[in-house]
């Protein structure tokens, strides 16, 4: 009975914002490959775009949330036998495949683009970490603080800060991402110090449990907040 219900929210939130979600898998995908093909080109685990594609598709996703006041939907989900847990389960899916996709997935492709460049740079093992670890905390930063938010405030409430949030992060991301891309031709010692920057594999892993812990935290604090709430 629990899989029906959620199989119908999630072909809601499908009806609601599948083109979306798409469009937000298809530019994670291509990040993804995008650095891939600087590290086979180059033989360095450089950040690229990747940051930039999690932290705004997270982003795009959360406009789900500006659909509940639309048309009652909101309303029309606490009218149905849904149990509070279930709908911020559902809303909660999207961006934590995205997660686990760019934590299983970035050092992978890395590693695979090292490969084929044949050529190694020195410490290549700790910019993977560090490449995988800033794509993850980009991509989770948001989940983590702003739907449980939406969830106990609504979407209306809170869209303004949303806003100054995401211009922030987008600023921040592409500064990052133009360290990897933008090499100093007179100075490449000096550039490797700047750009290129190390972490040890146990950290990145404990960045990314650490992260899992706190997605369940923004959950269980989401539920707390959702059921409180009166549409």
């Keep these: 009975m629990t ?29 993804l490959f995008g650095s891939l093909f ?20 997270v982003m795009l ?8 006041n639309w048309k009652s939907i909101g309303s029309f989900k606490k009218s149905m036998p849904y149990s509070d847990s279930e709908v911020v389960l559902v809303r909660f899916l999207p961006p934590v495949m995205l997660i686990a996709v760019e934590a299983f997935c970035t050092p992978i492709l890395l590693t695979i683009g090292g490969l084929i460049h044949g050529d190694l740079s020195e410490g290549f093992e700790g910019q993977a970490a560090f490449v995988t670890a800033v794509s993850v905390l980009y991509t989770a930063i948001p989940v983590m603080i702003f739907y449980p938010l939406f969830f106990k405030y609504g979407y209306q409430k809170m869209q303004m800060i949303l806003g100054i949030f995401s211009a922030i992060l987008v600023t921040s991301s592409l500064s990052l991402s133009m360290m990897g891309i933008v090499r100093s031709p007179d100075d490449e010692n000096m550039a490797d110090k700047s750009m290129l920057i190390n972490m040890p594999v146990p950290v990145c892993v404990i ?7 706190l997605i369940v935290v923004a959950y269980k604090v989401s539920v707390a907040g959702y059921s409180k709430r009166d549409d």
Excluded: P, Q, R
């Design 3 to 31: 899989g029906n219900k959620i199989k119908g929210l999630l072909l809601n939130e499908w009806y609601t914002i599948g083109k979306i979600f798409i469009a937000v898998c298809v530019m994670v995908i291509a990040s």
């Design 38 to 57: 600087m590290a086979a080109a180059t033989g360095e685990a450089v950040i690229g775009f990747s940051t930039v594609t999690g932290g705004i598709g």
């Design 207 to 213: 960045i990314i449990a650490v992260v899992a812990a």
């Design 61 to 68: 996703l959360s406009s789900a949330f500006s659909y509940d």
